[in-house]
């Protein structure tokens, strides 16, 4: 196996292992174990841990764009919004590519080595969207904002019936989302929560369903494909 093909075993061992422990919580022996190659040869390959997450930060942020560019290809405004939409809902289903994803962003509080080399990853990507859509920064930030809320909601394991997701229509693709504490989330359970209002039936008084989430935003919002707003 050459060291290209070794390279990319190691670095989809660091996501797994990465996403449940984060930079600081995940040795490298965990890794190689994972990876199925010695301690010194995964030194061979990247100098340290460090070099090890970005490697595998880089790996997620690449993934992204090739998927988002993949699903926009030959589309524009709305239509090319709603690819992005797509990418994300096949990307989020991955429960340790979500995670990493997470851990990327607390990593980079604390290193200014993550930070550094993922805020061009992350701007790279503001900017793909940006001119595939022909968006607005103000619509663009709608589109990542979007999307960041529901990795939280899905890294929380908040069910969809509750009131967090009342102006989200969450969907899936066929594969299913397992949230931390056992629950599976699936096509059919987002579509008949979204179908029925069993979203409205369960939140609480307090927490009556707003209207629509671009009706919120105003006009100028831009419906983003699966995750309009509760009432469209």
């Given amino acids: ?90 990307l989020v289903a991955d429960r340790d590519f979500l995670l990493m994803q997470m851990q990327v962003y607390v990593a980079a509080v604390d290193s200014a080595e993550i930070r550094e080399s993922v805020q061009p990853l992350w701007l790279d990507l ?21 999307g960041m809320l529901i990795n939280v909601l899905v890294a929380l394991g908040i069910p969809v019936e509750d009131h967090c997701w009342t102006t989200i229509k969450p969907t899936t693709p066929s594969g299913t989302l397992e949230q931390t504490d056992s629950r599976v989330v699936g096509d059919r ?24 989430h671009n009706a919120e935003l105003g006009d100028g919002a831009v419906p983003i494909g699966g995750w309009h707003g509760g009432g469209s």
């Fill in 189 to 212: 359970e987002f579509s008949s929560a979204i179908e029925d209002g069993s979203r409205r039936d369960h939140a609480p008084a307090d927490h009556a369903p707003r209207a629509s």
């Fill in 126 to 146: 503001w900017d793909l969207v940006r001119r595939r859509t022909g968006a607005s920064d103000e619509e663009v930030t709608q589109v990542f904002g979007l």
């Fill in 1 to 90: 196996m050459s060291a290209d093909a070794r390279r990319e075993i190691v670095v989809q061992a660091a996501i797994a292992e990465f996403a449940k422990g984060g930079l600081n919580g995940t040795s490298t022996a965990s890794i190689a174990r994972r990876a199925g190659v010695s301690q010194p040869y995964l030194f061979q390959l990247y100098p340290d841990k460090k070099a090890l997450f970005q490697a595998a930060a880089a790996h997620c942020f690449a993934t992204i764009r090739q998927a988002i560019d993949t699903a926009t290809r030959d589309r524009t405004g709305d239509a090319a919004i709603d690819g992005v939409e797509q990418a994300w809902r096949g």
